[in-house]
Structure formats: C-alpha cells, structure tokens
C-alpha cells in the first residue's frame, strides 16, 4: 500500500525559505505513469495546488507560486521536497504531499495523500 | 487561471440523496475528481475520471458531469458523511497547464 510522509520544520520565520519533505513507501517514485505533487490548506480554508513534479524532474507550478517555489525529487532515496521561498505569514498552512494522476483528455487527480504538517510562519 | 466554484455549505438529512455541484469553465474539457475531508485529516478522493471509485469508497458515492458543471452525489447519506468535500480539475486556461481546486462545500447531514 502506498504511503506518503511529510517532514520538515513546522516553524519558519518571515522572509526565510520553507523546506519540506515527501518519502514515499510502499512503491517507487519512478513509476513512469504518476507526478508527485504538493497541497496546501491555510487554516480554516480550502486546498490550494502548489505544484506537481515527475520522477524524470519535469515540473509545472501554480502561476501565483511559481515565482517562489520549487520542487525536486531523489529517487536514489525515493523522495521529493519542496522549497518555498520569501515566506510570509499567508504561507501559514497544512501542507500535504500526494501522488498526482494527470491523463490527457481526461482530467487529473490526487491519492493517496500524507497526512499533513503545518508550517506555521512567526518570527 | 480558471476557477471551480462550489457551494458553501450544504445540508441533507439522513438517509436521503444530495448533489454537490462545482462549476467552471474548465469542466467542459475535463472531469471534475471529488475529495471527502474530515475534520483533522487529510483528504481522501472518493471519484475520479468519468464516474470511478477508488477501492474502498462506497458505491452512494457516484460523480457526473454536465456542461461547465460537475456533481457528485450522495445516494443514502451516512452520518459518516458529514465532511468538507472539494472538487478539482485541469486548468487549462492559458498558456500553461495545471491544476485548480474549488473552494470546498461543507456538508451536514441531519
């Protein structure tokens, strides 16, 4: 069965860079028909897409992050982290790693997901 | 980018049927994939693709599509069914492609 695990610091301080972690088990990040992507959930709010990343290291962003972010993936370790940069007090959020199905044609969907961890931005 | 919008909130009472909608223009090109989140927790897609349930979901769950708007619908509410449940597509608007969600409807079931 397939298991995603945040890990990183849960607090960053203003202007720093947010650096988090997604292991994944159970399967292999390699796997040619999955993207690996990040979400995030400012309390008491809705999901946001961060962006999403292919074990070759092809990425697309979400224009309003893009600017800032970045993400990579280790398949020796079977990993992808995301790096978000200038943070501010809206960065606060949940943010939760997840494996991204996207079909041409069709439409793209996220499962399974880690359970979260929250950043939470204060100096 | 394009937008998914989605009700609030609403409710339904126990054992009967409720539709929640999302709509946007990206829906005329793409299916919408639906997610059930609890209080606390992660969240859980419980449809996919044209009208497809990941193992474990029950089969009251069940999506559709109709112009620039996608349902899901829940045939029989459970209790257990109180939750936020979001919906999210391909945006396509553009010069890129990505991903957008919809603002999420809270359900409550009476």
């Known amino acids: 069965q397939l298991q995603l695990q945040e890990s990183g610091p849960g607090l960053v301080k203003p202007s720093e860079t947010l650096s988090l972690t997604c292991t994944v088990s159970?399967?292999?990040?390699?796997?040619?028909?999955?993207?690996w992507g990040w979400i995030r959930q400012p309390p008491g709010k809705g999901l946001e897409w961060i962006g999403s990343?292919?074990?070759?290291?092809?990425?697309y962003y979400n224009p309003s992050l893009k600017s800032r972010v970045t993400i990579s993936v280790d398949t020796s370790k079977n990993q992808f982290s995301l790096k978000l940069s200038s943070v501010t007090a809206a960065d606060t959020a949940v943010y939760y790693c997840?494996?991204?199905?996207?079909?041409?044609?069709?439409?793209?969907?996220?499962?399974?997901w880690g359970q979260g961890t929250l950043v939470t931005v204060s100096s | 980018s394009s937008e998914l919008t989605q009700d609030p909130a609403v409710s339904v009472a126990l054992g009967q049927t409720v539709r929640i909608t999302c709509q946007g223009d990206?829906?005329?090109?793409?299916?919408a994939s639906w997610y059930q989140q609890k209080p606390g927790q992660a969240p859980v897609l419980v449809i996919y693709?044209?009208?497809n349930r990941p193992s474990g979901i029950p089969d009251r769950f069940s999506g559709s599509s109709s112009g620039n708007t996608a349902s899901l619908t829940i045939t029989g509410a459970q209790a257990e069914d109180e939750a936020d449940y979001y919906c999210?597509?391909?945006?396509?608007?553009?010069?890129?492609?990505?991903?957008?969600f919809g603002g999420g409807t809270k359900l409550t079931v009476l």
């Open positions: 159970g399967g292999s990040i390699s796997s040619s028909s999955y993207y």
């Open positions: 999210n597509s391909r945006d396509s608007s553009g010069n890129h492609l990505g991903v957008v």
């Open positions: 990343i292919y074990y070759s290291g092809s990425t």
């Open positions: 990206s829906l005329r090109s793409y299916y």
């Open positions: 997840a494996r991204h199905e996207d079909r041409t044609g069709i439409s793209n969907w996220f499962d399974p």
């Open positions: 693709g044209k009208n």
